[in-house]
């Protein structure tokens, strides 16, 4: 168990929708960060956030949305879904890097999205 | 640019072989993190080994070890006596960034096959 909580595990949704994912990382990291996983792209960065601060952006579509609470849980809005969201969105966390390089990022089990 | 590739779609080992897979990476960092992740069938991301960029000595972790060559800009991972619950994807990853804010770039993994 690599402390990270992610919910739901698994969502189906329709085309038009929209959803929310949420993600509490572990005790004591400050650092989330999100990524996509689809077959045809591999894993894509979306975005990072410090200490309820945005601090770093990938590959994140305007439709999706990003934010992280003071008591640090994050969630990622996703809206007018499109099929091609499909794909598995894993939320991971870290203490703050800083200097320290060798802090992995610890990953949550991921919310396989689904849209029909 | 920022990049990881793994040339090595897939591979297969027979059981209790060892089996080396390969990451090489490109930055113009002086001080970065490279790590590998596990992604078995269930989906999860786990963390396997780091080693940084001004560590001299190979780190490694068990049965894993991972073979850095600065010069040539690899960092590969080593399986030793692999079992069949090693069978799974496998993520090079690098570390970018400083201070507060970075991510980790992925590679496009290596599928392991382990034969009994």
């Known amino acids: 168990d690599s402390g990270v909580t992610q919910t739901p595990k698994h969502l189906i949704t329709a085309t038009g929708q929209r959803v929310t994912l949420r993600c509490s990382p572990r005790?004591?990291?400050?650092?989330v960060y999100w990524y996509q996983q689809s077959l045809d792209q591999g894993l894509q960065f979306l975005i990072q956030?410090?200490?309820?601060?945005?601090?770093a952006k990938g590959n994140i579509l305007e439709r999706f949305s990003a934010q992280q609470f003071p008591d640090l849980h994050s969630e990622l809005n996703l809206s007018s879904l499109e099929l091609g969201d499909s794909a598995l969105y894993f939320c991971?966390?870290?203490?703050?890097?800083?200097?320290?390089?060798?802090?992995?990022?610890?990953f949550g089990q991921g919310t396989r999205l689904t849209v029909v | 640019a920022q990049k990881i590739t793994q040339t090595q779609p897939g591979m297969f080992v027979q059981e209790k072989e060892a089996v080396t897979l390969d990451c090489t990476y490109d930055t113009s960092d002086q001080s970065y993190g490279l790590f590998w992740y596990k992604q078995p069938s269930s989906g999860e991301m786990i963390f396997l080994i780091y080693?940084?960029?001004?560590?001299?000595q190979n780190a490694t972790e068990g049965r894993y070890s991972l073979n850095f060559q600065k010069a040539r800009k690899s960092a590969n991972l080593v399986i030793s006596a692999s079992q069949l619950g090693d069978s799974a994807m496998y993520f090079c990853a690098m570390r970018v960034g400083s201070g507060n804010t970075g991510k980790l770039i992925f590679g496009q993994g290596t599928t392991l096959q382990v034969k009994p």
């Open positions: 991971a966390s870290s203490v703050s890097w800083g200097k320290a390089m060798n802090t992995e990022a610890f």
């Open positions: 005790s004591g990291d400050l650092s």
């Open positions: 956030y410090y200490n309820g601060e945005e601090r």
């Open positions: 080693q940084g960029s001004y560590d001299e």
